[in-house]
C-alpha cells in the first residue's frame, strides 16, 4: 500500500437482491482517499454514492452484498473482516456523519449522554472525563456554552447545531476516515458554508481523510481536492477538482457542469441533460450512459469503456476518449 | 430551557384530562381501600355466620345485619360482603400486577429479539403464533391443569397468557426503531448490538411497554376473575372477585347482590384501567393509535 493512502477501493463490486433477483449497484468501482484530502463522490441521486459509503461502513442492509473487491482501510481489508473485527474497527477508525441530522441522534438521550458513549467506547476514559472530554469536543466544533448543551435533548437543538454534535461524535473517536453523506443537503446556506469550514479544519487538525458524498457541485467546489463522478453504479471519471472543472472529459461530466446555472451570464438559463437516471432494473448495453448521451458513436451501444488515464490523476471512462487526446 | 423528565411531562399532562385523572383517583381510592383493609372493615372476610346468610345490605334498611354494620350484607355462607371485597381486591389487583409484570418481561425479551434479530424472528413470531392460536382461557385452563389450582400458578397462567400480545406488539415497535437513523448513526460509531438494545431500542420502546402494560394489568384482573370463576384460580376459601360472583351465582336470583358488587368492582377496576391506558396511549405513543 502506498504511503499516505487512508482508503483504497478497488475493483468494488456490489449487488442488491430484490425479489430474488440481483441486480447490481456498483460495477468495478476504483478509488482511494488520502491523509489530509478530501475527496468528492458526486453523481445523480441513484447513482450508487451511498451505497459506496455503506459498502466501506460495512452497514449495507440485509439484501445488499459486496460480489467481489477489496475496501483497504488502514491497511486492513474490510471485506475480509467477521462482524466482530467490523464492530472494533466502526467509529474507531472510520467514522459516518449523516445526510439528515434531525433523525440521527436519539431523542430521548441527552446530548452529553450520547457523546460520552463515544467516548468512553473508543478512547476507554471513565465517565468523568468523559464529560471533560465531550465539553472540549463541542467547544473544537464551535459549541458556545458547552457545559449546558450537554444536559440537553436533539429536540432543543437547530438543525446546524445537531450537525456539529454529529461531527464532534465522530471525531471523538479520532478516526483516520471521516465518511460524510451529504452532510450539508438538510442545512441551510449560512450553515452550510460554516459546517464545510469546520470540516475543513478539522481535517487539517487531524491528518484524516474525508470521503464527502453530495451532488451539490457548489459544495464541491469549495471543499474538494479529488472529484469521483459516479453514473449508474460506474466510475466515469475522477481526477483533481481542478481537472474536473476546468477540463472535464466525459459527456456526463460534461452535462453535470452545464446543468449549474451560471448566474453571470445574462440570460439566467441552464442545459439539463436529457432523459431520466436508468433504473437498475434496466439492462443497458455497452456505455450505461448512452441513452441520455449527445454524442454517441457506435461502439458505445456494444461494449463497456475502459477507464483511461489522459493525464497525470485524470480517468475517464468512454470511447470518445482515446489516450492521444 | 429547563430539563424536564419525560415520565413527569407526560403525568402532568394526563392529569389534564378530567376524565383520566377521575380514573386515577379511583384507582388510587382503590388501591388504598385494599391495601388497607383492616382499617376499612372490622369483619374477618372468612368467619361464616350460616343462620344469617345472604343477608341484604343498606338497600333493606330493615335487614338484621345491615344493623351489625354489614353494609353490603352477608353472603351465603354469612360472610360480611364488604370485606371480602376488600381482601379479595387484594387478590385480584396482586395477581393482575405481577402476572403483567412477568408477563411484559418475558415478553419484551422475545419481542425485541424477534425485531432486532431477523434470523430469530421467524422462530419466535411462529411460537408466539401457536400460543396465540390457543384460546387465553384454553391456555390458562391447560397451564394450571398441570401445575394444580393455586393463585401462584393462576398467576403464572395468565403471565403466560400474557406473552404473545407484548412480544408481538413489541416487536412491531422495534421493527420500528430498527429502521430509524439514529441506530444507524449508532452502529457507525462502533456500538455493539447489547449497547444498541439495552440504551437505545428499549428506551424508544418504553413508552410503548408502559401503554400496553396499563392496558394488560385490566385484561390480567379479568383473567384471574374469569380463572377463578371457572374454579381454577385462587382457591377458596380465599375471597377473590371471581370466585364471589362464581359463589354467588346459587343464589342469583335470591340475593343478586352477590354477584353484582363484585361484579361492579371489577369493572370499574377495569375501565378505570383501559380508559387510564387509552389517554396514556395519545400522550405518550399516539402512533400506536388505530
Known sequence: ?325 | MKRENQIAVAFRKLLKNKLATFCFILLILELILVIGAPLFTKFDPLAQDIIHHSAPGFWAKSSPKYMEGHWLGTDELGRDVWARLLYGGRVSLSVGFISTFFGIIIGTFFGVLAGFYKKLDMLISRFMDILFTFPGVLLALLIVAMLGVDTKNAAIAISIWSIPSFARMIRGRVLQIKEEEYIMAIRSIGAKDKTIILKHVLINALPTIIVIATMRIASSIMSIATLSYLGLGVPTPTPEWGSMISTGKQMIFDAPWLIIIPGIAVCITVICFNILGDKLRDILDPSLKD
Open chain 1, 1 to 325: 500500500m502506498e504511503e499516505g493512502k487512508v482508503l483504497e477501493i478497488k475493483n468494488l463490486h456490489a449487488s442488491f437482491s430484490i425479489q430474488k433477483k440481483d441486480y447490481e449497484v456498483l460495477h468495478d468501482i476504483s478509488f482511494d482517499v488520502k491523509r489530509n484530502e478530501t475527496v468528492c463522490v458526486v453523481g445523480e441521486s441513484g447513482c450508487g454514492k451511498s451505497v459506496t459509503t455503506l459498502c466501506v461502513m460495512q452497514l449495507l442492509p440485509n439484501n445488499g452484498k459486496i460480489n467481489s473487491g477489496s475496501i483497504i482501510l488502514d491497511g486492513e481489508d474490510l471485506t475480509k473482516m467477521d462482524k466482530k473485527e467490523i464492530v472494533k474497527v466502526r467509529g474507531k477508525k472510520m467514522g459516518m456523519i449523516f445526510q439528515e441530522p434531525m433523525t440521527a441522534l436519539n431523542p430521548l438521550l441527552t446530548i452529553g449522554f450520547q457523546l460520552r458513549e463515544s467516548l468512553m467506547l473508543h478512547r476507554g476514559v471513565d465517565k468523568k472525563k468523559a464529560n471533560e472530554m465531550a465539553v472540549e469536543y463541542l467547544q473544537k466544533v464551535g459549541i458556545a456554552n458547552p457545559e449546558s448543551r450537554l444536559k440537553q435533548y436533539p429536540f432543543q437543538l437547530s438543525g446546524g447545531l445537531r450537525q456539529r454534535v454529529l461531527i464532534a461524535m465522530v471525531l471523538s473517536a479520532q478516526p483516520s476516515l471521516l465518511i460524510a453523506d451529504e452532510p450539508t443537503t438538510a442545512l441551510d446556506v449560512t450553515i452550510q458554508k460554516q459546517v464545510l469550514t469546520l470540516l475543513n479544519d478539522l481535517k487539517k487538525d487531524m491528518n484524516a481523510g474525508i470521503m464527502f458524498i453530495t451532488h451539490d457541485l457548489g459544495v464541491v467546489a469549495e471543499i474538494a481536492d479529488r472529484i469521483v463522478v459516479l453514473y449508474a453504479g460506474r466510475k466515469v471519471e475522477e481526477g483533481t477538482t481542478e481537472q474536473i472543472f476546468r477540463n472535464p472529459k466525459h459527456p456526463y461530466t460534461i452535462g453535470l457542469m452545464n446543468a449549474v446555472p451560471n448566474v453571470d451570464a445574462d440570460e439566467y438559463e441552464f442545459a439539463p441533460i436529457q432523459g431520466t437516471f436508468p433504473n437498475i432494473t434496466e439492462d443497458i448495453k455497452g456505455c450505461r450512459f448512452n441513452p441520455r448521451c449527445t454524442k454517441c458513436i457506435g461502439k458505445c451501444f456494444e461494449e463497456a469503456p475502459e477507464t483511461i488515464e489522459v493525464e497525470p490523476g485524470h480517468l475517464v471512462a468512454c470511447h470518445l476518449i482515446t489516450k492521444e487526446d
